[in-house]
Every structure is written in C-alpha cells, then in structure tokens.
C-alpha cells in the first residue's frame, strides 16, 4: 500500500518559514509525480508544487514561486517544501501527493499537515 507520511506543520509568524517533509513508501511505479498540494479553509484543493522522478523537471504554482522550493532525498525516499517568506494566505492544510502516471494517472494522498501563517 503506497503510504505517504507528511510532517513539519505548524504556527509561524508572516515572514518566517517552515520545511515540510513526505516519507514515500510502498509503491515501485514505472514513473510518477510526488509533490504538495493544499486547501485553505472554504476553498477548493490547489497544487503547489511537484517533482517528476524521471526528469527531474518541477511545478511551482504562481502563488509560491520564489518563496517556496522542492526537493526530494533519494535514499529516505523523502520529498521536502521549503517555504520562505511566508504569508497568512498560505495558512491551509497542506497534502503530500503521489500522482502514477504511466499506465495511468493515479493520485494517492498522505494524511494533511496544518500550516498557519499569522499575521
């Protein structure tokens, strides 16, 4: 069973920042996606940022490029988002996605982890 273990959540002030992590476990597909997606209250899930694992090539939603980076540890099959100078409109329950894309497109999601940004 794909497991996705997200942490590094918390309160922090507007400006500061914060690492979340995703341990990666369970699943050998031929090729995927792993990444960030959140859901601020009373609005829909967005995707924040990805990594494809064949490639390397990587996905910034607007609203975080220049604050926020991805990156991923091979050898803990973990991937991080480090998020800088942040805003109380990043305050949102964030999701650690693993998206199968070949045969098919297949999202597997991690529990939440809640980041409140005050301002």
């Known amino acids: 069973d794909v497991q996705l273990q997200a942490s590094g959540g918390g309160l922090v002030q507007a400006g500061g920042s914060l690492r979340l992590s995703c341990a990666a476990s369970?699943?050998?597909?031929?090729?995927?996606?792993i990444g960030w997606f959140r859901q601020a209250p009373g609005k829909g899930r967005e995707a924040i940022s990805c990594?494809?694992?064949?490639?390397?090539?990587?996905y910034y939603a607007d609203s975080v490029k220049g604050r926020f980076t991805i990156s991923r540890d091979n050898a803990e099959n973990t991937v991080y988002l480090q998020m800088n100078s942040l805003k109380p409109e990043d305050t949102a329950v964030y999701y650690c996605?693993?998206?199968?894309?070949?045969?098919?497109?297949?999202?597997?999601w991690g529990q939440g982890t809640l980041v409140t940004v005050s301002s």
């Open positions: 996605n693993v998206r199968e894309l070949v045969p098919r497109f297949n999202d597997y």
């Open positions: 369970g699943f050998t597909f031929r090729d995927y996606a």
């Open positions: 990594i494809s694992i064949k490639d390397d090539r990587t």
